[in-house]
Every structure is written in C-alpha cells, then in structure tokens.
C-alpha cells in the first residue's frame, strides 16, 4: 500500500521547491509546466491500479502544463454511464485529497456532448482542452473522436459567436483596458485569457489538436505551430512569446506571496513582485510599466485574431462594393485594406488612421499587423522620421471618433512613435491615488467622455456643441498630464512648457499655442476651487478669476476639467462634484461678462435661478437663506427641504436628524446650535455607527445653526445604510451633540471590532500632507491622507483640541484618499499665526499617523 501521508508532505514540499527557486522566476513556462507534470505524475502513482470504466483527463490550466501554485486542478471523469461509476469515481476523489491533491472534477458521459452542444456552449467548449491521464484510454479515443465529430460548420461558427458574448461579458466585469491599475491578471485585458481566447477560437475554428505528448506548455506549442503554419512576423512572436511569460511570471509570484490562489494584482503585491524580481529605483512603477506593455502585446495580438475570425464568419461582400480611398488604400463594408503590402512610413499610417475615423471604419488583420510592425520597428531602432502633422491636425478636427482613433493609435504604440514625448506616458501610474487607470488610458477616456457630451442637454452639453476649435481642446486633454513622468508634484508646470513644444512643431499659431499652454497649466484649478474652496467667498472667487484670460479660455477650462474628473474612476465623478464644478463656472463666466466682482456678484439676489419664479417666496424663506449665505445649501437642498429645515429650526428643537438616500450614498442632514468640537461630535457619532464619510458640507447661519449634510456608506457593504438603522443613528448624533455620550470610549471599541477588516477596504499607502494658505479672514489648512475608518473625527477632534473652531468645511473622498480643508480661526476670533503652522502641522500628522 502507499503511504499517503507521505505523498501529501511530498507533494508541498516539491511545489514549494519548485517555485521558490529564484533562477525558476525568469522562465515560467518551465516553472509551470515542471509543476504540471510533477502533480500529473502524483496523480499517476496515487492511481496505482488500472480503471477499466473511466478515463480521468485533465482540464484547463492542467491540461495546458500552465498550473500556478494555487491553479485549481481541473480534471474531467469520462464514462459510459455515470450511474455505474460512481463509486470508482469517489474512490479516486477520496484517493486524491488525502495524498493532498485538491482537485476540482466534473464528471460526463458521451450524452452530455449532445446536451451541452444545445444547451450550453459555454460548457461545450471545455470538452476540448483536456489531455488523457489515466483510466481506459478507449473511452477516452472515443470521446474525443464524438466531440470532433458533433463539430460541423455551423456548430463552429455558433461556437465562436459564444465566444465572442463570453469574452465581452468578461471584459466589462473584470476590465475591457490592458492598462487597469489593479488588473485581474487572468481575466483583465490583456491577461492570460486574451491568449487562451485566439487559440481556442482557432483550433476549435480548423479542427486542430496540439502536441499532448510534448512536455512544453501549450501556449508554447501554439506559438510554435503559428510561426511555421501562418503569415506571422518573427518579432511579432517573439513579443507574444516574452510577454505571455512576462504575465504568467507574475501570476505565480502572485500565487507564492499570497499564499493561496489570487489573480488580483493589487497596490501592495505589486511592491511585493519588483522587489523579489530585484527591481530598484521606483521598483513598482517600472515593474508596472513592464507588465502593462506585456498586457498591450497580449491585448493587441488578440483584438487583431478576433478581427480575423469575425471577417472569416461573416457573409462574403463583393468586390463592387469596394471604394478606392487613394492609390494604397481601399474600404469595403467598413473596412480599410492595403492595396499591396509594403513598409509603411508615419504619415501613411497617420493617414490610414484618418481614414479609420473619418469613415467610422477598422483596419483588416493585414494592414493592423502590417502597422503593428512597421511602428515596432520605428520604436526599437530609434528611427526618427520628419513627419508632416497634416493628418494629426485633421484628425483632432474630425466631427467625431476622435477618441476612438487616438485609442486605436496608442494602442498600436502610433502616438508614441509620432509623439516621443506621449511614450513615458505609456503604462505610467500613480499607486496610492485615486486612478483606476494609467495616465495613457485616463487621458484617452477624458477625450471620449468629452465627445459623449455632444448629445447631452445640459449646461455644459450646450456648451461643448458651441466651442468652434474643439480640436484645440483635444490636443489640450491629450497633452494636460505629459509631465506626470517627470514629476508628479508640479507637473502642471512641466506639462506646459511641454505642450508648447509639441504644438510649436505640430505647426499651431501663437494664440493656439498659448491657449493650449494655459488650459495645461490650470487643469487642476477649478478642481481644487471648487471642491476645496468656498465658493461664495468673494476673496476665492475673485483670485480664480484673476488666473483667467478671457470667456473662451473659462468654458474650455471647464470642459477639460470635467474631461480630467470623469475619467478617473467611475466612483469619483459625482453628482454633487458635477454641481460644485457648474457654480464655480457659472459665477466665474457671470463675473468675466459682467466685469463685476466676487462681491458685487455675491450681493445679487437672485432666487428665481434657484427656485421657480412662479412660486411665492416667504419672507422667513429669505431670512433663512440671506442668513446662510451659501449657494452651495440653495444647490444641495430642494425648496421643500428647505422649508423643513425653517420648520424644525423654529420648533426650537436642541437636536434634529434627516435621512435620504443620494445616489449610491445616503444623505445624513443635522441642524443644531454651534458648539466646541461640534464637527468632531458628529463625525465620531457616525464612526461608532460603522458609516464611512465620503463627503460633508458645513452650513452656518448668522445665528449660530448650524446645518452639516454628510453623504455615507456602511463602512462593510459600501451600500447605503439600511433604514432599520437610522433611528439607533438619530439617538447616537442626538446624544453625542448633548455630550452624553463618551464617543472617545466608542470609537476605540470600534476599531478593536474592525481591525481584521480595515487593512482589507483600506489598502493603499499614500502620503500624508498638510498645507496652510492664507485667507482675508480665516486660515485655510489642506489635508491630504490615505483615507481610514474614524480619519475625519480624529482630525476634527485633533483640530478642537489646538484651540481652533471651524467656520467652514469641505470633505471629499476620493477612493481611498482623502482631501480635507477646514478654514478656521482660533477660538478668540484671530486667524492662525503663521509661527504656529509646524505645531498644527506636526500635530495633525501625528494624530493620522496613529490611524495608519
């Protein structure tokens, strides 16, 4: 008999050998296919007697001699009759998990080629990639011999078209860009799969079956067999080849550092990977930038196959429909060919991409892999071309697909060729920020959220369909973040005189060039006034307007800022931020036409753009109003709301509490008396409630109420809160307002109760910073930090404790990063003294330092 035991500690103790070996890191087709075969074999001697009724083969990442360290060890029982082999089949399971082999089976019998062939392709499809391992190999013929057979032309064109549902379906779960920050390195764009998909498309599509009987992995063999069997460029192999091994390298690393099976590349395994593979200065952004060009290839190689075999499925067209464009390019049924392939230069290739938006058309697999090479050679020999910027220009003026061309040319690497400065822009990212996507991929998503706006009736639809030189604002939004590769902090500055540059050899005239110079250098400007600043402050209002040079370059700030924000991450762009963004404009573009000033605008009483002139205004509703002073409340609150709000003041009551769901948020108003450390009583109420605080707002009347409007999620679901809970919540701001409550003493149970779980939903680093800025009447303090559980009551209660009240507040949460500003003074009326900035500073730092 076998010791079992002992096959268990062997098998852990070989896949730890395995992979821990540091020279195994460089190749991990070998890495993995040792593996393979090594539990392969396990396998062999567990099943040390012959199975006379069942073929046992291996599936998916087994089968292709691809297993990860944690991969699950798929494996299919064939036979006749299920029925009959059950108890043989769980004998064998048995077998397998008590020698340590966690397998995950399924178990068919040639019935089920015919009922997943009408039932479920999906689960069809998997019958192909699977390899003989033990049993009675006749069944095991005669199964693949069914399968192949079940296989005519329209079961394969059906099977592709599933294919191609299954691979967007995947794609809008798991990322459709090769370039997400923390991709999924299977799943993603560009990740394993997008190999996987080509080659089960094509061998399903020619009926081939792969070398089982090599020890090689079988992307390896496939690679192979296309560089013998097709029209492929050698490099273009090469690429895949190194690329595939770049990704699945990172795979296993993953697996190891984890210690148990997870495809997620997130921040802190990221660090983790370029250090074991010996990376240095900035170790996880050159690391990252490499794992994003090896995701491109992977990307790119399978977008063009696709293309491919969508042409090959698709009805035939005439040659009579064909359209010349010029002597080298024609177009039939929305597709641009190459009349005779030949190396291509830069304005030829710009002037196909031209051609692509201006007939809303794509490229054939020919003349994409055609330009593919033709750019990669540029790139790696450093060839420089004097190129005409003709087509570049034109295509910025095209009346639409603009994004969708710059995509298609930075996906191809064309822009880095034709732009040198866009390359380091390539694949570079910001950790510990709130960017879902690099600095490539975010600028190529603000040009497309800019042309959507052409159809929406809005203020700033109407907006963008008036702009003239809508070209001006593209080359604008393509070059506002060039110089984050140089440097993060003030790449604003460096961006600028970037973009000069470039726009000067592209040919633009002074006054173009100047305005693309502007909108550059200022792309974080309305952002920063209006989430930061209060905005019906005249002294913010008047130095934002200092910086503006006319009404033109204001509407195209606003569009490029609008642009920047919704392409961050689809959390970040809210409607409360779409509104903040609109009131700056619009008191900004009044004040420019009207050449008034801050003040002057902020004394126009002007209820009828908030409310409906039909409707009686009151005069307590004025009071209320003229008494806030603030139209950021008149913004966030309906008029109904409002009137509440008058009501419930007058009643006289110490205490009142509203609730209302916002979005994906829910909305918590308190209307109260100020009082000493009445932010940080509140803040501290909804921490010890579980409620994470994503934004507050700070309203005060002339009187002394106060109104705050905090928007929150459960800090577990990340859902609104439940309204079982709202009452408990209610009594909790109640009692902790009127001090009967040791919120201290609560909030330290609370993160003892979520410690476990805080490293988990908050997981990035950051930085912390704090900055002063002066003010005519108060002193204004930015707090930049990653964000935490209880972050924004431990501040508030930090900044009572210096002897400083807070006059005004905004708080914004961005992902996981958040950025504070407080305008305060000290409690005897008097702005901070600047001699007292490094006591709060240090103060401040050291307080979040502990939450971190």
């Not at 070059?479 to 604003?492: A, R």
């Not at 109904?640 to 008058?646: A, M, S």
Request: hydrophobic share 40%; proline share 2%; with cysteine.
């Amino acid at each position: 008999m076998i010791d079992k035991s002992k096959i268990k500690k062997y098998i852990f103790e070989e896949r730890n050998k395995i992979f821990n070996d540091p020279l195994n890191f460089k190749d991990a087709y070998k890495t993995s296919a040792s593996f393979s075969i090594f539990i392969e074999n396990s396998i062999k001697k567990i099943l040390f007697r012959k199975r006379k009724n069942i073929a046992l083969a291996s599936v998916g990442s087994f089968s292709r001699y691809e297993l990860s360290p944690y991969s699950d060890i798929d494996v299919i029982f064939i036979c006749d009759s299920v029925k009959k082999s059950e108890d043989e089949i769980q004998d064998i399971i048995t077998s397998f998990w008590d020698s340590g082999i966690e397998i995950s089976h399924t178990v068919r019998e040639f019935s089920d080629i015919e009922k997943f062939k009408k039932s479920d392709l999906h689960t069809f499809t998997q019958f192909f990639e699977t390899k003989f391992l033990e049993g009675n190999q006749h069944i095991y013929k005669h199964w693949r011999e069914e399968i192949t057979k079940s296989l005519n032309n329209e079961l394969k064109k059906n099977l592709i078209i599933d294919f191609f549902a299954d691979i967007k379906t995947r794609l809008s779960k798991y990322g459709s860009s090769p370039k997400v920050l923390e991709p999924n390195v299977k799943y993603t764009a560009g990740g394993l799969r997008s190999l996987h998909d080509v080659e089960w498309i094509y061998l399903i599509k020619n009926l081939l079956a792969l070398d089982k009987k090599s020890k090689k992995t079988q992307t390896e063999i496939f690679l192979k067999f296309l560089r013998n069997h097709e029209k492929f460029y050698p490099k273009a192999v090469d690429r895949l080849y190194n690329s595939y091994n770049f990704v699945l390298k990172t795979r296993n690393l993953l697996h190891i550092i984890s210690g148990f099976k997870n495809d997620r590349l997130e921040y802190e395994f990221q660090e983790k990977i370029a250090n074991v593979l010996g990376y240095e200065n900035n170790s996880q952004l050159t690391f990252m930038k490499e794992y994003f060009t090896a995701t491109n290839v992977l990307n790119r190689f399978s977008k063009t196959w696709l293309l491919r075999f969508e042409e090959e499925i698709s009805p035939v067209l005439s040659d009579y429909l064909t359209i010349k464009l010029d002597d080298d390019f024609s177009i039939k049924g929305g597709v641009i060919s190459i009349a005779k392939n030949r190396n291509l230069n830069l304005s030829e290739i710009l002037r196909t991409f031209y051609y692509r938006g201006l007939y809303e058309a794509r490229f054939d697999q020919n003349l994409r892999s055609l330009i593919i090479e033709n750019i990669q050679h540029m790139l790696e020999t450093g060839s420089e071309q004097h190129t005409s910027s003709t087509f570049f220009r034109e295509i910025l003026k095209l009346p639409k697909n603009v994004s969708k061309v710059l995509t298609t040319m930075n996906e191809l690497n064309v822009l880095s060729a034709y732009l040198p400065e866009f390359k380091d822009m390539v694949g570079f990212f910001q950790p510990g920020v709130y960017h879902c996507y690099s600095a490539d991929e975010h600028t190529l998503i603000a040009i497309h959220n800019l042309e959507k706006l052409e159809n929406i009736k809005l203020i700033i639809g109407d907006l963008f369909s008036s702009i003239k030189d809508k070209d001006i604002l593209y080359l604008a939004v393509l070059l506002h973040d060039i110089g984050k590769p140089i440097n993060l902090t003030g790449h604003e500055i460096i961006g600028a005189e970037i973009a000069s540059s470039i726009c000067e050899k592209l040919g633009y005239d002074e006054e173009e060039i100047e305005l693309v110079k502007f909108l550059v250098r200022n792309h974080l400007l309305m952002e920063q006034v209006a989430f930061r600043r209060n905005i019906d402050d005249p002294v913010t209002l008047n130095n934002f307007i200092r910086n503006i040079p006319s009404p033109h370059a204001l509407d195209m700030l606003y569009l490029l800022t609008y642009a920047d924000l919704s392409a961050v991450s689809p959390v970040v762009w809210t409607q409360w931020k779409s509104d903040l963004l609109n009131n700056l404009f619009l008191k900004a573009k009044a004040m420019i036409e009207n050449n008034i000033t801050g003040e002057e605008l902020l004394k126009i009483k002007s209820y009828g753009d908030v409310f409906d002139e039909s409707l009686e205004i009151d005069e307590s509703l004025k009071e209320h109003i003229d008494a806030i002073n603030n139209s950021g409340y008149l913004q966030q609150y309906s008029i109904d709301e409002i009137n509440e709000h008058i009501e419930l003041i007058e009643k006289e009551d110490k205490t009142s509490v509203l609730f209302k769901k916002i979005e994906q948020y829910t909305n918590i108003t308190v209307i109260t008396a100020n009082s000493n450390s009445l932010l940080a009583k509140l803040c501290g109420a909804l921490t010890i409630n579980d409620i994470n605080i994503h934004d507050a707002n700070i309203y005060t009347r002339r009187n002394d109420i106060v109104i705050d409007s905090f928007n929150v999620t459960d800090f577990r679901t990340h859902q609104p809160i439940d309204k079982i809970r709202y009452e408990k919540i209610k009594n909790d701001i109640i009692n902790s307002v009127s001090d009967n409550i040791q919120i201290n003493r609560e909030f330290h149970l609370v993160k003892k109760k979520w410690w476990r779980l805080e490293s988990k939903f908050f997981n990035r680093k950051g930085k912390v910073a704090i900055k002063f800025e002066p003010h005519d009447k108060y002193t204004i303090i930015d707090i930049f930090s990653p964000d935490r559980l209880g972050l924004l009551y431990k501040i508030t209660k930090k900044i009572s404790e210096l002897d400083l009240s807070i006059h005004f507040a905004k708080i914004a949460t961005k992902s996981d990063d958040v950025v504070d500003t407080f305008y305060v003074l000290q409690n005897n009326g008097n702005k901070v003294s600047p001699n007292q900035y490094e006591l709060i500073r240090y103060e401040l730092i050291e307080t979040i330092k502990e939450l971190l």
